[in-house]
């Protein structure tokens, strides 16, 4: 049974069963009536749908016709494996898509969005989909209205729905007694970009104004990673140049007699062989899986362009409450003007106030302080299952609890219905409340010690008020802030009614200024460590945040941030500064570590300076106008827990642990993610330039073709298919977070790969052509020397993706054990092939037949070459002595 203990008074206009909301059993039996609150979506494409997918490719067409010629050449044991192989290969590309497909949808549910409602009497935080007609939601800046509303009460709440009108400018809302007005009507989707306000759900899903228009927004994007369309380029690219090189080789066999069908099976053969079709699903793959990793570490990719871009991330600049620190605040300290400080028994229950607090004048003073830390206060304090839970913005929930523990609650008049708020905006920096009082009303304030010590006029001094002694406060929130506090200041004050009920900031003049108090947000015990994994990642960090510069200081140095005092920089600084111009602006960013007191619309002059400083920008946010910084930024990362949906939907990737420390995981994780695709693509790219170097080594030379088309429709589709997607699953190698971030412009096939695949490709296509050669040339078979060269092949694309697990490290510094899949696939691979030597019908039309254990273990030792080499070109490049090494090999 739950029960409030302490909280802010409901805003008035609301009937008594409107605040209450609806029962839990209501709730149920009105969902189970209506449904679900969603929008109808575009179902995902079935199993079969993303199979014959599979088919819609130039290189199947190819496939298809060299099908159609062996038919029409009787050739009916080729045109059957031509068809087999097709089959095949559309299960193994539809498996991998679907099951991509089906881990993107799993991600995208951890994004579901919620609500808060008054159920019971109670509020709560329930899934969107549950909101049922008649439920009463809360509404604040950065939410996105979850159903279409009637508007019940509003403080300064303004919408967004260009999503629905087109018209950027938000529309302020207010009760309305027209229930068709649009004032008084918020509506599902658009976004609230200022105030508070509660609104009576009136129609969910399909029947909202945004399901009317469903079927334009239920389009199920067909947009493409920037990696998969650059990849399926390169696709194109290498097929123009394969095509030179087969209409070279063509009219090569056309000089030497060669039938026109011979020539058109082997050009069907080279074009499998050379155009890495399969990397785009590859590729795919990668990313899934890659997408996979980071959720299990609390991130959330949202756009697939955020985990290339995090390999290339060179600064964060992060907020502290909460992400650098455990969102976990508690009063310490509370300091009367006069310089009395109460530092007991607020941070415990189990403590005691201390003996000077019950004296008279400063138990009044101390209730005042608390009344005003209450009053204006939108969290609340409930008892559930004999704990204690606190209900909203960790600052509030911290100051109810100070008050509840001070044991001095019940002189605080908590329950006082306020005729009037202010609530807590950024810019604003305080937050208020007006109460009545007999004939006049009483003013109550909390926020920044700067925005109230100006506003105060008084303080509330040992002997009564007396005239504001601005430098001792500001000297007092200085030392509370020195250590490491995050300093709150309180005022309170009385004014004339308004007859018209207009109370805003006109009133907040010539305050009482009430005292201080100090809460202490401990640094999470994981970030010291994050922070020097970033520093080893030749990652900078800078913190930004609205606290005061000495806070920050301090909770910065506990996290493990380095600095001078003139690296610490005011929001007032970045002011002056971008008054003065960019070239100002950039000086001061270029050495900043600290950021302080900043607004948060201040975010994105940051995030823009840094570029310009040369930086690839990471930037944490979770307010309204963090939006602007986290779009803009290189990579925007939104907080999960306390993160607003206006920043959620801005940002590339979604923490949802609110943890520094899971940022860092993150970038490994997309390091890992980046360097994979990268062996996948180094592992196609160059088998299938081997093939082609040994059709463009035999053909001019007069020998016979060394495979035949079925053959390589064998090797590519059925061998690497195999290999492919299992490296695509290797973990990371441990040294990620120990080389600097990747050029953001740098392309993936930079010098380093470059020449990998041209050494890789030398290896394995001069190899296989002088052991074609040598053989035809002491008169073995063509039959049978094609059956070796095939193996020889096998092998060697086993022994290189084992080679392509690391682009530094060697092959025996990674352990089996680590990637069981891939050993799994080079097993089968191999398996396949021996198998094929001994099923007839398969043997036969391959071309294949039994070899010796002395041949198998030949080709194993030429295969073993290749290894050789890729070893030594590592220790090369780990000594430094190839400059086109680059900061992979390290």
Same mark, same amino acid.
């Given at each position: ?767 296989? =052509?002088? /052991?074609?050669?040598? &053989? #035809?040339? +002491? *008169?073995?078979?063509?039959? $049978?020397?094609?059956?070796?060269? @095939? ?29 069981? =899949?891939? /050993?799994?696939?080079? &097993? #089968?691979? +191999? *398996?396949?092939?021996?198998? $094929?030597?001994?099923?007839?019908? @398969? ?48």
């Amino acid at each position: 049974m739950e029960r409030a203990l302490l909280h802010a008074a409901e805003p008035s206009g609301i009937a008594p069963h409107e605040a209450a909301g609806l029962g839990e059993a209501e709730a149920r039996a009105r969902l189970a009536s209506v449904g679900p609150n969603a929008l109808p979506e575009a179902p995902p494409p079935s199993l079969v749908a993303v199979f014959l997918r599979q088919f819609l490719s130039p290189l199947i067409y190819i496939l298809l016709a060299a099908a159609l010629v062996s038919l029409a050449l009787s050739d009916i044991k080729d045109a059957v494996f031509i068809g087999a192989v097709l089959l095949l290969n559309g299960v193994i590309g539809a498996g991998q898509e679907y099951s991509a497909g089906r881990a993107a949808a799993a991600l995208r549910q951890l994004e579901e969005p919620q609500a808060t409602v008054v159920r019971d009497g109670h509020q709560r935080v329930i899934d969107a989909r549950g909101l049922v007609p008649g439920d009463l939601v809360l509404l604040e800046a950065g939410a996105r209205v979850p159903a279409d509303l009637r508007v019940l009460a509003a403080a300064d709440l303004r919408c967004d729905e260009s999503l629905l009108t087109g018209e950027s400018e938000p529309v302020r809302k207010a009760p309305s007694d027209d229930a068709e007005a649009r004032g008084g009507r918020a509506f599902a989707g658009s976004m609230i970009t200022r105030g508070r306000g509660r609104g009576l759900v009136t129609a969910t899903g399909r029947d909202t104004e945004m399901g009317k228009i469903a079927a334009q927004i239920a389009r199920r994007s067909i947009m493409q990673p920037p990696l998969v369309i650059r990849m399926e380029r390169f696709s194109r690219t290498i097929a123009l140049t394969v095509a030179v090189a087969i209409a070279a080789l063509m009219g090569i066999g056309l000089l030497r007699d060669m039938g026109l069908s011979e020539l058109f099976m082997m050009a069907v053969g080279l074009a499998v062989a050379a155009i890495p079709e399969g990397l785009p699903v590859a590729i795919s793959v990668a990313l899934a899986i890659g997408m996979r990793r980071m959720a299990r570490v609390h991130v959330i990719v949202r756009k697939m362009p955020a985990i290339e871009a995090l390999g290339s991330c060179t600064m964060i600049a992060t907020d502290k409450t909460g992400t650098l620190t455990r969102n976990e605040l508690t009063v310490t300290d509370i300091c009367l003007p006069d310089g009395t400080l109460v530092d007991r028994g607020l941070a415990s229950p189990g403590e005691a106030l201390p003996p000077d607090a019950h004296e008279p004048a400063t138990r009044d003073r101390l209730v005042a302080l608390l009344r005003a830390a209450t009053l204006p206060n939108e969290a609340r304090l409930i008892e559930a299952e004999e704990e204690t839970v606190g209900i909203g913005d960790t600052v509030d929930v911290a100051l109810l609890e100070a008050a509840q523990r001070s044991g001095i609650a019940g002189e605080i008049g908590a329950d006082r219905e306020p005729v009037a708020r202010i609530p807590y905006e950024p810019d604003l920096r305080y937050a208020a409340s007006f109460h009545r009082s007999r004939d006049r009303v009483r003013v109550f304030v909390k926020g920044a010690p700067e925005t109230l010590i100006a506003m105060a006029g008084r303080m509330a001094d040992r002997d009564g008020v007396v005239p504001a002694d601005r430098e001792r406060l500001l000297a007092q929130k200085s030392a509370l802030a020195a250590r490491g506090l995050r300093v709150l200041a309180f005022a309170e004050g009385e004014i004339a009614t308004e007859p018209d009920g207009d109370y805003g900031e006109h009133h907040l003049v010539d305050l009482v200024f009430l005292g201080l108090a100090g809460l202490r947000d401990p640094v999470r015990q994981e970030v010291p460590q994050a922070i020097a994994d970033c520093h080893s990642a030749g990652i900078a960090v800078a913190m930004v945040t609205g606290d005061d510069a000495r806070t920050a200081s301090v909770i910065a140095g506990q996290a493990g941030l380095v600095f001078d005092d003139d690296q610490v920089v005011t929001g007032e600084a970045l002011r002056a500064a971008e008054t003065e111009g960019e070239a100002a602006l950039d000086a001061l960013t270029r050495r900043a570590v600290i950021y302080a007191r900043v607004d948060p619309a201040q975010k994105l002059s940051i995030v823009m300076s840094m570029a310009r400083n040369g930086h690839f920008v990471a930037v944490t946010g979770d307010g309204v106008n963090d939006a602007p910084a986290l779009k803009h930024a290189h990579v925007g990362v939104a907080m999960g827990r306390k993160g607003t949906d206006v920043a959620k939907e801005s940002a590339d990737i979604i923490i949802t642990d609110d943890n520094f420390a899971s940022i860092v995981r993150g970038i490994l994780e997309g390091r890992v993610a980046y360097a994979n695709i990268r062996k996948v693509i180094f592992l196609l790219v160059s088998t299938g330039a081997a093939e082609v170097v040994l059709f463009l080594l035999a053909m001019p030379l007069g020998l016979p073709m060394p495979l035949l088309p079925v053959q390589l429709l064998w090797l590519n589709l059925v061998a690497n298919g195999i290999q492919d997607v299992a490296l695509a699953t290797e973990g990371a190698e441990g040294d990620e977070l120990t080389y600097p971030p990747r050029k953001p412009r740098e392309p993936i096939f930079d010098r380093l790969m470059i020449r990998r695949i041209w050494h890789a490709t030398a290896v394995m296509g001069v190899g296989s =052509f002088a /052991v074609f050669w040598w &053989l #035809t040339s +002491q *008169g073995v078979a063509e039959d $049978a020397a094609r059956n070796l060269v @095939l193996l020889l092949f096998v092998l060697f694309s086993n022994v290189h993706a084992f080679n392509s697990r690391s682009e530094h490290h060697s092959v025996f510094r990674q352990p089996l054990r680590a990637n069981p =899949f891939l /050993v799994v696939g080079v &097993l #089968t691979a +191999q *398996g396949l092939h021996i198998a $094929a030597m001994y099923i007839p019908w @398969l043997s036969g039309i391959l071309g294949v037949a039994p070899v010796s254990l002395a041949e198998w273990s030949a080709m194993l030792g030429i295969a073993s070459l290749l290894l050789v080499v890729m070893e030594f070109e590592k220790w090369w490049d780990r000594r430094g002595l190839h400059p086109a090494a680059g900061q992979q090999a390290r």
